[in-house]
């Protein structure tokens, strides 16, 4: 059988992906230098899936690395995940950002071409359609230069793939606009685990229910929002995860293209929506201050499911209650084998 190249397949959705398609009887190569994982996921998805991979230590930025790979397995489809994703740091490091999102990205297309291998899925961002004025956003909104350096990367990248199917359409590409991806795998042995002092809400919360943080910082109460703070479109990163197997089967069944879609529920919920589900889910108290708005934040936003459900068959199937436990359980499961 055919493998799929997943680049970046031991960081947080890349795992829970590729636990999907080997439970779908795919098989599959991993290509990671851990800069955000550790070796011990590749293990765990082992253990879910009772199913055994290759794997490359390496980076996806390395031509040499890339050759050896696809002059030695029969590749049909590439899933991209490997990146860099702290909004904050690209601020700070814009040029290690370009390199790796970018330049990586481009080096492994040009690979892909020299070894006739066309079928390409990108983790695209919802950050692409910037600050549009409207809260639902949908594929056929213009793509806006990033508010910050990471988010840039996300839109030259979707610019690269118009280019390159625009030249040559034998290509067959889909590009994956995901919302906010939150939760872990119901095992609880794979899931997000950020370095340091996390940026973003739910990994934040998880700090806090764990007792090595203090108490959140809400980023504002004022927002135009049914309780005033912001609001976002959740998505469980099971469900995120299935999303790439639709879209393999999609570049596997349909005429070759450029497709793209957004990977969110089609709901929004805020920041205390979030709080008190997790406190009431998992009876733990989440102490909370509200304190100012974060700078570059947006009041709301939340996807327009319609394309992937009516083109993929997406639709997501975890709720928000799901989506607490699962990081709770996850975040316990840490405490316990630390
Ligand atoms: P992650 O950091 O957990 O996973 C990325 C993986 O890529 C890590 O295992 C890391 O070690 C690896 N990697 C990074 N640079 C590499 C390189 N040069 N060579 C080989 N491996 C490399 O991130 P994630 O949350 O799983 O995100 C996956 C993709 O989805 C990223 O491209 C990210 O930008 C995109 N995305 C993520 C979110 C989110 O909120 N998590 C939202 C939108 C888009
Ligand atoms: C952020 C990134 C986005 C990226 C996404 C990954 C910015 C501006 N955007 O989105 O590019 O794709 O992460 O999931 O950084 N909040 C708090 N307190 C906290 C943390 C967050 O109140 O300690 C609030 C935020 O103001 C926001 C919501 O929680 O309303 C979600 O924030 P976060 O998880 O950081 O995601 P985004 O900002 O939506």
Not at 112 to 123: G, H, P
Not at 221 to 244: E, Q, S
Request: aromatic share 10%.
């Amino acid at each position: 059988m055919k493998k799929i190249l997943v680049t970046g397949g031991a960081g947080y959705i890349g795992s829970h992906t590729c636990v999907e398609l080997l439970n779908a009887g795919r098989e599959i190569i991993i290509i990671d230098n851990f800069s955000n994982s550790k070796p011990k996921t590749l293990d765990n998805i082992k253990k879910i899936t009772n199913k055994d991979f290759k794997f490359y230590e390496g980076d996806y930025t390395n031509r040499e690395t890339l050759e050896e790979i696809f002059k030695n397995n029969d590749i049909d489809a590439v899933i991209n995940f490997a990146g860099y994703k702290a909004v904050g740091e690209s601020v700070q490091k814009p040029l290690e950002y370009y390199i790796n999102n970018v330049t990586g990205a481009l080096t492994l297309l040009d690979v892909m071409k020299k070894y006739n291998v066309k079928k390409f899925i990108f983790s695209s961002s919802a950050t692409i359609y910037g600050n549009p004025g409207t809260t639902k956003y949908v594929e056929s909104m213009e793509i806006k230069r990033g508010t910050s350096p990471y988010g840039t990367t996300k839109s030259m990248i979707e610019i690269i793939l118009d280019d390159l199917y625009k030249s040559d359409n034998t290509w067959n590409i889909v590009s994956l606009r995901y919302f906010n991806p939150v939760g872990a795998h119901s095992s609880g042995i794979i899931g997000e685990e950020p370095q340091g002092i996390p940026n973003n809400l739910m990994p934040y919360i998880q700090k806090v229910a764990s007792g090595s943080l203090s108490e959140l910082s809400v980023f504002g109460d004022d927002y135009d929002t049914p309780d005033g703070t912001g609001v976002r479109d959740y998505i469980h990163v099971v469900d995120l995860a299935k999303g790439h197997l639709l879209a393999l089967n999609k570049l596997d069944t349909s005429d070759n293209g450029l497709y793209i879609y957004n990977l969110g529920t089609g709901t929004g919920y805020s920041v205390l929506d979030i709080v008190k589900t997790f406190e009431k889910v998992n009876n733990i108290k989440i102490p909370y201050k509200i304190v100012e708005r974060r700078p570059g934040d947006l009041a709301c936003y939340y996807a327009d499911p319609t394309k992937a459900r009516e083109e993929l068959g997406f639709k997501t199937e975890k709720t928000l209650e799901d989506i607490c436990r699962d990081s709770w359980n996850y975040q316990k499961n840490i405490l316990n084998s630390d």
